[in-house]
């Protein structure tokens, strides 16, 4: 009862960043309410429920969509901002580091909005800069496949990197004070950005490559150098990147364990990638979940200290230095 009243104390204490959810797309589609998801993971009561501060909502348009990429991906920024207004009463867009904090002094769940895919681009730095004006703030530069930035995951046996438009969307986010996300990104892509970039590089939802082969996860190696540019891996509930064959929520402190090891306690995050995945690990079956996550650390033993930059102490540090 102790250890239970302890998790509870340490997660209404910490500010929480989820890094990566995919509730804009449904949003969009109208096939989910903010109000009340239904069967979707993320919802108003469930972020609340969940003691979630700090949600990165992603625009994905699926690459089959050619031809209406940056159509799709207008929509679900109006989507965004559409929700925030109609929930302004609990839910702000936030555009720099300060905007943030007043959020979370407020009481409301700071909403950041982020892009997967480069492809949405359309080979546009223009493109990047309008939408840095709509309060996109992170990038993810590819999914699995190719696109005119980089090779994803399921390109890797081109060993393609970074491609000299790839190089300038970089440098051009660096300079805005945008969040570059390695998430789905080839090999030598992300190795091309971890030599380049000046700023923290971040993976928003993956795992550890030691603990579940999956070519989404990070090696050790790949962890170390993360750390080393002061980026954090957000830890990632999609359970064929945890354990296929048991994914549980022991399993997910598993991840977060070794990746700390690896990293240090300073490049781990949450990204728990919730309404992009049919599947949920058992025990975090939707945001509301998100205490028994904080409860399974408590009960392994962790520093009060270690959990709270684990739940979103990481992502706030790499928000603070990145943004201008």
């Given at each position: 009862?102790?250890?239970?009243?302890?998790?509870?104390?340490?997660?209404k204490k910490?500010v929480v960043?989820?890094?990566?959810?995919?509730?804009?797309s449904?949003?969009a589609?109208?096939?989910?309410?903010?109000?009340?998801?239904?069967?979707?993971?993320?919802?108003?009561?469930r972020?609340?429920?969940g003691?979630?501060?700090?949600?990165?909502?992603?625009?994905?348009?699926?690459?089959?969509?050619?031809?209406?990429?940056?159509?799709?991906?207008?929509?679900?920024?109006?989507?965004?901002?559409t929700?925030?207004?109609?929930?302004?009463?609990?839910?702000?867009?936030?555009?720099?580091?300060?905007?943030?904090?007043?959020?979370?002094?407020?009481?409301?769940?700071?909403?950041?909005?982020?892009v997967?895919?480069?492809?949405?681009?359309e080979?546009?730095?223009?493109?990047l800069?309008v939408?840095?004006?709509?309060?996109?703030?992170?990038?993810t530069?590819?999914?699995?496949?190719?696109?005119?930035?980089?090779?994803?995951?399921?390109e890797?046996?081109?060993?393609?990197?970074?491609?000299s438009?790839?190089?300038?969307?970089?440098?051009?986010?660096?300079?805005?004070?945008?969040?570059?996300?390695?998430?789905?990104?080839?090999?030598?892509?992300?190795?091309?950005?971890?030599?380049?970039?000046k700023?923290?590089v971040?993976?928003?939802?993956a795992n550890?490559?030691?603990?579940?082969?999956h070519p989404?996860?990070?090696?050790?190696?790949q962890?170390r150098?993360?750390?080393?540019?002061?980026?954090?891996?957000?830890?990632?509930?999609?359970?064929a990147?945890?354990?296929?064959?048991?994914p549980?929520?022991?399993?997910?402190?598993?991840?977060?364990?070794?990746?700390?090891?690896?990293?240090g306690?300073?490049?781990v995050?949450?990204?728990?990638?919730?309404d992009?995945?049919?599947n949920?690990?058992?025990?975090?079956?939707?945001?509301a979940?998100?205490?028994?996550?904080t409860a399974?650390?408590?009960?392994r033993?962790?520093?009060?200290a270690?959990i709270?930059?684990?739940?979103g102490?990481?992502?706030?540090?790499?928000?603070?230095?990145?943004w201008?």
């Amino acid at each position: 009862m102790g250890q239970k009243k302890d998790a509870e104390i340490i997660h209404k204490k910490a500010v929480v960043v989820d890094a990566h959810c995919d509730t804009l797309s449904l949003l969009a589609e109208g096939r989910v309410s903010f109000a009340d998801a239904g069967e979707g993971h993320v919802d108003l009561r469930r972020l609340k429920q969940g003691g979630i501060n700090v949600v990165f909502f992603a625009v994905f348009v699926h690459p089959r969509n050619r031809g209406a990429y940056l159509r799709k991906a207008l929509e679900q920024v109006d989507a965004f901002h559409t929700t925030v207004a109609v929930h302004r009463e609990d839910l702000v867009a936030v555009r720099e580091y300060s905007g943030l904090r007043r959020a979370l002094a407020a009481g409301k769940i700071a909403g950041i909005l982020s892009v997967e895919g480069g492809h949405v681009l359309e080979g546009s730095l223009g493109v990047l800069r309008v939408l840095y004006q709509m309060y996109v703030r992170c990038l993810t530069l590819t999914w699995n496949g190719r696109n005119k930035l980089a090779d994803g995951v399921g390109e890797s046996e081109s060993r393609g990197g970074l491609t000299s438009f790839g190089r300038e969307v970089v440098r051009e986010m660096e300079r805005l004070g945008m969040l570059v996300d390695v998430a789905h990104l080839a090999p030598a892509g992300f190795w091309d950005v971890v030599r380049m970039a000046k700023n923290p590089v971040i993976d928003t939802h993956a795992n550890s490559r030691v603990l579940c082969d999956h070519p989404r996860n990070l090696t050790d190696e790949q962890v170390r150098a993360l750390a080393a540019t002061g980026g954090v891996v957000g830890v990632n509930f999609v359970p064929a990147f945890v354990d296929p064959a048991n994914p549980t929520i022991e399993a997910v402190a598993d991840h977060i364990e070794h990746l700390a090891t690896v990293g240090g306690i300073d490049c781990v995050g949450i990204g728990s990638d919730f309404d992009g995945t049919a599947n949920t690990v058992a025990g975090l079956d939707d945001a509301a979940c998100l205490p028994l996550l904080t409860a399974c650390l408590v009960d392994r033993g962790w520093q009060e200290a270690h959990i709270r930059k684990v739940l979103g102490g990481n992502f706030l540090r790499v928000l603070k230095e990145t943004w201008k």
